[in-house]
């Protein structure tokens, strides 16, 4: 319960502004508009419900001066919250001065003549329409310090894990004189965990498909340290399954113990033959038989008909 409670309050301090947060304090005023607008139009109408309890004097300043009080105010003592502390008792100081001056001042003629029921009915929702406002910005505040923070996260890690699975995940298009290969990962989230790659070294082809457990961010860190592993093997000119031997021995100490990956890889090298390797994946599925050896069976209709084929034994 304590620990919740530390992270509900973090959670509200790093969403409301004051000085001893680095985003806040570090953001530029000209950034600022936004909210230092907003802060006088709320205070403003505060102000104007402070003109309301004073029914019976004749309004000061055609009846802004307390509105523009207000405003000013709160967003002078906003900003200086954020940027310079020491500021503020000057500042309070300042607008009880100023508040009394302008009190005195519409009070001093003659008051206005108002029935006894309608003042009291006009300050009656003149205090609740101060409370209501600063109960309901308060609990606003406190909605985009918890909720609202922890959606804006949610949503960053998103679009970081969908520019993650852009960059690790391309789709695949290579052509050369000896091979071919094709393919795309559709993932079901934004950041998904399956990965698909094709090196190609030396005149040799490696093409592997690896499943990783879990999504999100978590899942294509492990992506990217596995696809580099890979492809550093492949830089070694390491057989296959030493390829997976070699991943296998670095990645543990970099990941998380509940996380995981499988992979299932082919190797080829021009010949007719291809070496192929699991690490816990399922088998891969190989189409070994050519069209023209078969004339009068449903290949030629089949989606996954290419030309010329390969025939694929394991080494």
């Known amino acids: 319960m304590q620990r919740m409670f530390r992270t509900w309050l973090a959670g509200v301090g790093s969403a409301w502004p004051t000085a001893y947060s680095p985003y806040w304090r570090a953001l530029p005023v000209g950034r600022m508009k936004m909210l230092l607008a907003g802060t006088f139009l709320i205070a403003s109408a505060v102000g104007f419900a402070l003109d309301l309890m004073q029914l019976k004097a004749p309004p000061a300043g055609r009846g802004l001066f307390w509105p523009f009080l207000a405003g000013a105010a709160a967003t002078a003592v906003l900003l200086a919250v954020i ?12 607008t009880a001065a100023i508040a009394w001056v302008g009190y005195r001042a519409s009070h001093a003629s003659t008051p ?54 852009a960059t690790l995940v391309p789709t695949l298009s290579l052509r050369t004189p000896k091979f071919e290969s094709y393919g795309k990962s559709i993932p079901s989230a934004n950041m998904g965990g399956d ?114 084929a390969v025939r694929i034994q394991p080494a």
Not at 83 to 94: A, D, H
Not at 123 to 130: Q, S, V, W
Not at 249 to 272: I, W
Request: some cysteine; aromatic content about 6%; proline content about 6%.
């Open 83 to 94: 940027k310079r502390v020491r500021l503020i008792p000057l500042l309070y100081v300042l």
């Open 112 to 165: 206005l003549q108002v029935p006894d029921a309608l003042s009291r009915r006009v300050l009656f929702d003149a205090i609740g329409i101060c409370l209501g406002i600063a109960l309901g910005s308060r609990l606003l505040t406190l909605f985009a310090g918890t909720e609202g923070l922890l959606s804006l996260r949610m949503e960053t890690e998103l679009s970081l894990a969908h520019a993650i699975q």
């Open 195 to 308: 990965l698909i790659d094709v090196i190609e070294s030396d005149g040799n082809l490696l093409v592997y498909v690896a499943d990783i457990s879990g999504h999100g961010l978590a899942a294509g860190q492990l992506m990217g340290m596995l696809k580099t592993a890979i492809r550093v093997a492949v830089q070694f000119r390491q057989a296959p399954v030493a390829t997976l031997e070699s991943a296998d021995r670095v990645l543990p100490a970099l990941k998380e113990p509940e996380m995981f990956a499988t992979l299932a890889l082919l190797h080829f090298d021009g010949s007719e033959q291809a070496e192929y390797a699991l690490a816990g994946h399922v088998p891969l599925c190989i189409i070994a038989i050519a069209p023209e050896t078969q004339p009068n069976s449903s290949w030629s209709n089949s989606p996954w008909r290419s030309s010329p």
